[in-house]
């Protein structure tokens, strides 16, 4: 009888604490949903029936009429972030406020993984003075016959296989083939050919990063819901392989180009470059500015670390093998099912073309082709990418023109997905409409303030690489509409939504799609 009660008492003890918890926020006078006992706000994503992204829009849905809301991860307190106009505090006018975001990989541990995205406070800043650089137009310009020479393996691999028939293709895989060229030529400066070689060693390590098995599934969880016992129990998310394999790349290019005295215009040189001087030789006048702004004492810029290389280079790999290919899929997808604007991008690029000479890309003519980069936006608001961003708070922020205070430490949830198809801010925002970026960079009509179009964040800590993203897309979409017309295999598909994989973080479709290619008839 005694240990029944005992059992019963220790039950209570623990629903109590549990509720307890539970009203974080509400004791804090911030709106709050009705948590679960034990799953919070998030129990759909740990049944694995929704994404990280769609969990956090069903949330956005319930909750937008309020500024700030309070929600559980688990029993961790977390807050969402809905109003646009509070947005702009967070990431531009608050920013030395919310300047991190909450990093739950132990970079002792995993130290490749200390890049640009991940490292915090004033080594962020530093490496973001540093990096900025190589990504100004002269640069990517620079790199420009690098991307095009992936494109024309592309457009040769399309245009053999619809010659001898197959003309049936998975584009989400053929993208991420197409940007793995892209990525380990430009970034480390070694051609290979994904496309037509889909088991590539660049290719599978790609594959690698994403996979989810069980072990990775575990220590994700422990590192968002249970940071505390991360700092305990030590683990590195990266695999063994990967690093090495990266490592031995990375390596490999910077001792053939010193002992060869070989350079050449890619990601990595300039990398080489930050590692040898500390600076861009095209840019040092700029880079000395950066660095009197960053409130450097030392006159002259600290050079990159082989350690910051790797993991830099390391991160150029990852943020654009996924992001890109994925971006492409969704765009193509949308062009299947929409031959008006199909037809609408084919003569825009037709046009281009024909007043250049019909004789390929140009990195100036890219900039030309406006309307495919309205269909390439309008893919980015319907399917961010990373359908959510992270920040925390630095120190206590009082929400404007209220009592509440946000505490120090809060991590900062910003529903992207929820808010970028918000009906009151996008006009039946389900439809893949391109002419909303015409006249818009951000897409809306709307009389609402503040940040709301996020594929890329925005503010200092915006997505670096931008620039290369775009130019790289519009390459992949325009190698292939120059010369096919797309349909949909699946005529179901052209009236539904895509499912997303519940299992990723990155927004992606659950199930692959194929795409019919015909040969254009071009006067």
């Given at each position: 009888?005694?240990?029944?009660?005992?059992?019963?008492?220790?039950?209570?003890?623990?629903?109590?604490?549990?509720?307890?918890?539970?009203?974080?926020?509400?004791?804090?006078?911030?709106?709050?949903?009705?948590?679960?006992?034990?799953?919070?706000?998030?129990?759909?994503?740990?049944?694995?029936?929704?994404?990280?992204?769609?969990?956090?829009?069903?949330?956005?849905?319930?909750?937008?009429?309020?500024?700030?809301?309070?929600?559980?991860?688990?029993?961790?307190?977390?807050?969402?972030?809905?109003?646009?106009?509070?947005?702009?505090?967070?990431?531009?006018?608050?920013?030395?406020?919310?300047?991190?975001?909450?990093?739950?990989?132990?970079?002792?541990?995993?130290?490749?993984?200390?890049?640009?995205?991940?490292?915090?406070?004033?080594?962020?800043?530093?490496?973001?003075?540093?990096?900025?650089?190589?990504?100004?137009?002269?640069?990517?310009?620079?790199?420009?016959?690098?991307?095009?020479?992936?494109?024309?393996?592309?457009?040769?691999?399309?245009?053999?296989?619809?010659?001898?028939?197959?003309?049936?293709?998975?584009?989400?895989?053929?993208?991420?083939?197409?940007?793995?060229?892209?990525?380990?030529?430009?970034?480390?400066?070694?051609?290979?050919?994904?496309?037509?070689?889909?088991?590539?060693?660049?290719?599978?390590?790609?594959?690698?990063?994403?996979?989810?098995?069980?072990?990775?599934?575990?220590?994700?969880?422990?590192?968002?819901?249970?940071?505390?016992?991360?700092?305990?129990?030590?683990?590195?998310?990266?695999?063994?392989?990967?690093?090495?394999?990266?490592?031995?790349?990375?390596?490999?290019?910077?001792?053939?180009?010193?002992?060869?005295?070989?350079?050449?215009?890619?990601?990595?040189?300039?990398?080489?470059?930050?590692?040898?001087?500390?600076?861009?030789?095209?840019?040092?006048?700029?880079?000395?500015?950066?660095?009197?702004?960053?409130?450097?004492?030392?006159?002259?810029?600290?050079?990159?670390?082989?350690?910051?290389?790797?993991?830099?280079?390391?991160?150029?790999?990852?943020?654009?093998?996924?992001?890109?290919?994925?971006?492409?899929?969704?765009?193509?997808?949308?062009?299947?099912?929409?031959?008006?604007?199909?037809?609408?991008?084919?003569?825009?690029?037709?046009?281009?073309?024909?007043?250049?000479?019909?004789?390929?890309?140009?990195?100036?003519?890219?900039?030309?082709?406006?309307?495919?980069?309205?269909?390439?936006?309008?893919?980015?608001?319907?399917?961010?990418?990373?359908?959510?961003?992270?920040?925390?708070?630095?120190?206590?922020?009082?929400?404007?023109?209220?009592?509440?205070?946000?505490?120090?430490?809060?991590?900062?949830?910003?529903?992207?997905?929820?808010?970028?198809?918000?009906?009151?801010?996008?006009?039946?925002?389900?439809?893949?409409?391109?002419?909303?970026?015409?006249?818009?960079?951000?897409?809306?009509?709307?009389?609402?303030?503040?940040?709301?179009?996020?594929?890329?964040?925005?503010?200092?800590?915006?997505?670096?690489?931008?620039?290369?993203?775009?130019?790289?897309?519009?390459?992949?979409?325009?190698?292939?509409?120059?010369?096919?017309?797309?349909?949909?295999?699946?005529?179901?598909?052209?009236?539904?939504?895509l499912d997303i994989d519940p299992h990723q973080f990155i927004h992606t479709p659950l199930k692959p799609f194929n795409l019919r290619l015909t040969p254009r008839v071009v006067s």
């Amino acid at each position: 009888m005694f240990a029944v009660i005992v059992i019963i008492t220790c039950c209570y003890l623990i629903y109590y604490l549990a509720q307890r918890r539970h009203n974080f926020w509400k004791n804090r006078g911030f709106a709050q949903l009705q948590p679960h006992f034990i799953f919070g706000d998030i129990q759909p994503m740990i049944k694995q029936k929704m994404s990280f992204g769609q969990v956090l829009e069903s949330l956005y849905v319930k909750t937008k009429m309020h500024k700030l809301v309070g929600i559980y991860f688990l029993y961790k307190p977390v807050m969402l972030v809905n109003d646009p106009v509070l947005l702009q505090h967070v990431f531009i006018k608050n920013f030395t406020n919310f300047h991190d975001r909450p990093c739950n990989i132990d970079l002792d541990v995993d130290p490749i993984q200390d890049n640009l995205f991940n490292t915090p406070g004033k080594k962020w800043r530093d490496l973001r003075t540093k990096l900025s650089p190589t990504f100004t137009s002269g640069k990517l310009k620079g790199m420009f016959s690098i991307i095009t020479d992936c494109g024309n393996v592309l457009d040769k691999y399309l245009v053999d296989n619809v010659n001898n028939g197959s003309d049936v293709f998975e584009f989400r895989d053929l993208f991420a083939r197409f940007n793995t060229n892209i990525i380990s030529s430009v970034a480390f400066g070694i051609d290979n050919d994904c496309i037509n070689d889909p088991d590539h060693i660049f290719r599978k390590m790609g594959v690698k990063l994403f996979e989810m098995d069980w072990k990775k599934k575990l220590q994700a969880s422990v590192a968002i819901f249970f940071p505390l016992l991360r700092k305990i129990v030590k683990f590195k998310f990266t695999h063994d392989d990967v690093e090495q394999f990266f490592d031995g790349v990375v390596k490999q290019t910077i001792n053939y180009r010193a002992q060869n005295n070989y350079e050449r215009n890619d990601f990595m040189q300039l990398l080489i470059q930050l590692k040898d001087q500390g600076f861009l030789s095209a840019d040092k006048g700029e880079t000395k500015w950066a660095e009197k702004e960053a409130g450097s004492q030392s006159g002259e810029m600290k050079k990159l670390t082989y350690e910051e290389l790797l993991a830099n280079a390391f991160l150029f790999f990852v943020a654009g093998f996924e992001t890109s290919s994925s971006t492409l899929s969704f765009c193509i997808f949308e062009l299947a099912r929409n031959p008006r604007v199909q037809r609408k991008i084919q003569e825009e690029i037709d046009r281009v073309l024909a007043a250049h000479g019909n004789k390929g890309f140009t990195y100036e003519m890219v900039h030309e082709l406006k309307y495919l980069e309205c269909c390439i936006d309008e893919a980015l608001r319907k399917y961010p990418i990373v359908p959510l961003l992270f920040r925390v708070a630095n120190e206590d922020f009082r929400v404007p023109d209220t009592n509440l205070v946000v505490p120090k430490g809060t991590e900062m949830m910003i529903p992207v997905l929820g808010i970028q198809r918000n009906p009151d801010i996008y006009d039946n925002p389900l439809e893949y409409r391109p002419e909303r970026f015409l006249d818009s960079s951000t897409g809306s009509t709307s009389e609402t303030k503040g940040c709301y179009y996020l594929p890329f964040g925005d503010g200092p800590r915006n997505c670096i690489g931008m620039r290369l993203a775009k130019v790289t897309t519009k390459i992949g979409m325009a190698t292939v509409l120059a010369k096919f017309n797309v349909e949909l295999v699946d005529k179901s598909l052209e009236n539904v939504e895509l499912d997303i994989d519940p299992h990723q973080f990155i927004h992606t479709p659950l199930k692959p799609f194929n795409l019919r290619l015909t040969p254009r008839v071009v006067s």
